[in-house]
């Protein structure tokens, strides 16, 4: 059975080298990056948390930790400066290719939830500048990759992050939250999941 000229040529583009299209479960594949340096950031206006860690063996490494703390005196425009600039900072310092933020909670307040919206912001602005690919976890999913319990204590958080990333002290609240945040991350990052985590 013969074939026209113009079905032979789209037979031939068909068939050329890097031509084939590939199947959107391929590219979904492609697109999922393993990320061996973290920055996680806990967003508030007077104390944001950020902790960076690196994927080593046999625990993971911490790079940076710290609380950004911002007096009651500070106006919000110069605690966001702050924290924006430190985030910069702390990126520079250790390199990281992955972020991790903690997801938007339904706070009581609406004033509270502005104000963790603009802390959040100027966070995640630092980290988008430098080109990082940012994610987001919830919380409760947070607490259950580091104690196996989503709703477990601030405390019972901080002392297995100390455990984790075998730290002589245990970390400040703000700082194992963050900490906690890129340890959830790289745990999530190492098997294979349907719904890996959210982009931001």
Known sequence: MGISPKQFEA????????QRKVSKSSTDIDRTTTHEVILGIDPSLRGTGYGVIKVTQPHPETLAQGTIKCPPSWEHSRCLAQIAKTIRSVIRKTRPTGCVVEGIFHAQNLKTAIIMGEARGAALASAGEAGLEIFELAAR??????????????????????????????PAPDEADALGLALAYAQENRRYQLQPPKRV
Do not use: F, H, N
């Open 11 to 18: 037979l031939q583009e068909r068939t050329r080298p890097g």
């Open 141 to 170: 999913k947070v607490k259950l990759a580091i104690v196996g319990y989503g709703g477990a204590q601030k405390s019972a958080v901080a002392r297995m992050v100390q455990r984790m990333l075998d730290l002589e002290e245990e």
